[in-house]
């Protein structure tokens, strides 16, 4: 099963992007899903994740209130809506999904770059 990340770009401050993730090959029926970001010369690090159902989502600090995650299972997709674009939103983004616990973590997908300007 493959993940393949998409919808990254270049965007003005203040701006909005919305990156998709598609599963192939493959359902992660059940898999807690979600994004992480890796800046230059940064580690990566966890930005937002969702379960099966929805029941239970997390940001992380720096991206609450502009970022909203959410699954379409029917697609075996997710998504993170992106608003009030900062340049230090600025990084690789890549999807990724785990059988249990948090963050998901077992499976990743490849990234995908976004550039915010200032």
């Known amino acids: 099963v493959q993940l393949q990340a998409s919808g990254g770009g270049l965007v003005q401050a203040g701006g909005s992007l919305r990156l998709s993730c598609a599963s192939s090959?493959?359902?992660?029926?059940?898999?807690?899903m979600g994004w992480f970001r890796q800046a230059p010369g940064k580690e990566r690090e966890f930005v937002a994740g969702?379960?099966?159902?929805?029941?239970?989502?997390r940001y992380a600090d720096s991206v609450k209130g502009r970022f909203t995650i959410s699954r379409d299972n029917a697609k075996n997709s997710i998504y993170l809506q992106m608003n009030r674009l900062k340049p230090e939103d600025t990084a690789v983004y890549y999807c990724?999904?785990?059988?249990?616990?948090?963050?998901?973590?077992?499976?990743w997908g490849q990234g995908t770059q976004v550039t915010v300007s200032s």
């Open positions: 090959g493959g359902t992660f029926s059940g898999y807690i």
């Open positions: 969702i379960t099966w159902h929805g029941a239970s989502i």
């Open positions: 990724a999904a785990g059988g249990s616990g948090w963050p998901p973590s077992d499976y």
